[in-house]
């Protein structure tokens, strides 16, 4: 690959937990393309600082607000000066926005999971689009094939690094006594059909404190602040972690003997760093979104529920009782995290 043809675009306008699976998929390509420079677009503050710790020196990192007109027009001048040779468009981006700022970025080679614009469209794409339900950090790595001819059909993804936080900055407690329980009880303020009830989360925690020794972390981001109320208890090993930094969260993760969560981005941000992770997954489609590394687990109801995964048909708008989620017992998730502790 000329010096040329190396730079990247990225476009990733989607949650926090899709930026660390597109992570991982990148991670396989610079393995395998070291002189790739990657211009990568991110749509949220948390995803920018995330990225940035992954990023090499050469890369260029840009926050996009989809809503601002000069937000939008102050990206496009910015990829202009770093002159993208080829560009992706992740799956599940607006087909529209997305084939538009591939186009606008003047790349070569525009790579999308499916051509709806004629001319200005992608110009590289799926001869078929595909029936497999594949996680998303496959997806990535199929369509990155269709230019990146070297890279493995079905790569073995290994722990992100944060540029050396997991190793050195975020080192793991030893000889503690001790299990340490992380639970992260929310999600994006967008995703509220995710979440599992408080009420079981805190009999949970309580179930937890009764029959071990175990310390119970609870995280609690800028979209569950509203929720941290009913959480308050009055036992020493309840610890709170609020609103911290990218950097905070990571050397947290580091010290959890597990983390339990909802379908949310900071399950795939503990598994990439190795973090027993166990996620409550309800309306989303857990064959495509599951944690991807390191003895990750997938906790569902256990009910035969027809309208399931409903995160694709939207069925979960018009659900008042979310069965998927309020089916799964505070008992039924200590049985299956028991063994940590």
Same mark, same amino acid.
């Given at each position: ?30 393995k395998h393309y070291p ?77 999308? &999971?499916?051509?709806t614009i004629p001319i ?28 990146f001819k070297r890279l493995?059909?079905?790569? &073995? ?66 979209? &569950? ?13 309840? #610890?709170?972690? #609020?609103?911290?930094? #990218? ?67 939207? &069925? ?11 089916? #799964? ?13």
């Open positions: 690959m000329s010096i040329k043809k190396n730079r990247l675009l990225c476009i990733q306008p989607q949650g926090f937990g899709d930026q660390v699976m597109m992570l991982h998929s990148l991670s396989v390509l610079r002189e790739v420079v990657f211009v990568i677009v991110c749509s949220s503050k948390v995803s920018y600082e995330l990225t940035s710790l992954w990023t090499a020196n050469e890369d260029s990192l840009f926050l996009l607000n989809k809503k601002k007109l000069s937000s939008i027009v102050s990206l496009l001048l910015r990829i202009w000066r770093v002159k993208p040779y080829i560009s992706y468009v992740v799956p599940y981006t607006n087909l529209f926005f997305g084939q538009l700022i591939s186009f606008l970025s003047l790349s070569k080679i525009r790579i999308g &999971e499916r051509q200005i469209g992608f110009n590289r794409t799926p001869p078929q689009a595909e029936k497999d339900k594949k996680h998303k950090s496959y997806q990535h790595i199929a369509l990155l094939r269709l230019y493995p059909k079905n790569p &073995e993804f290994t722990e992100l690094d944060y540029r050396g936080l997991p190793g050195s900055r975020m080192g793991r407690r030893t000889n503690r006594a001790n299990s340490f329980v992380g639970i992260h009880p929310g999600c994006d303020s967008k995703s509220l059909y995710k979440r599992w009830p408080a009420e079981k989360f805190t009999e949970l925690i309580q179930i937890i404190l009764d029959k071990t020794d175990a310390e119970v972390f609870l995280f609690f981001g800028p979209d &569950e602040l509203d929720i941290m109320h009913m959480f308050k208890n009055n036992s020493s090993r309840v #610890i709170e972690c #609020i609103n911290q930094p #990218i950097e905070g969260v990571l050397t947290a993760l580091s010290r959890l003997s597990i983390l339990l969560t909802t379908d949310s981005g900071l399950g795939h941000l503990a598994s990439s760093v190795k973090i027993p992770t166990f996620s409550l997954t309800g309306p989303g489609d857990s064959n495509v979104t599951y944690p991807l590394l390191f003895k990750s687990h997938v906790i569902e109801s256990q009910s035969t529920l027809d309208c399931r995964p409903c995160v694709h048909t939207k &069925e979960y708008l018009h659900c008042k009782t979310r069965p998927c989620l309020s089916g #799964i017992s505070a008992e039924t998730v200590f049985s299956r995290i028991s063994h940590y502790l």
